[in-house]
């Protein structure tokens, strides 16, 4: 488990990949619902 610091700082840096620089970050995001594959995101944050 992540502690509230933790978790408030991983919650910035999945906002800043999905909503401000997904390309950065190789992610791909669905423009009708600004979803991507799970497998994509936790390769990107382990």
Do not use: N, W
């Amino acid at each position: 488990m992540l502690d509230a610091k933790a978790e408030v700082s991983l919650s910035k840096f999945m906002t800043r990949m999905l909503r401000h620089a997904p390309e950065q970050y190789g992610l791909i995001v669905d423009p009708e619902d600004g979803s991507c594959l799970l497998e994509e995101l936790l390769d990107v944050i382990t």
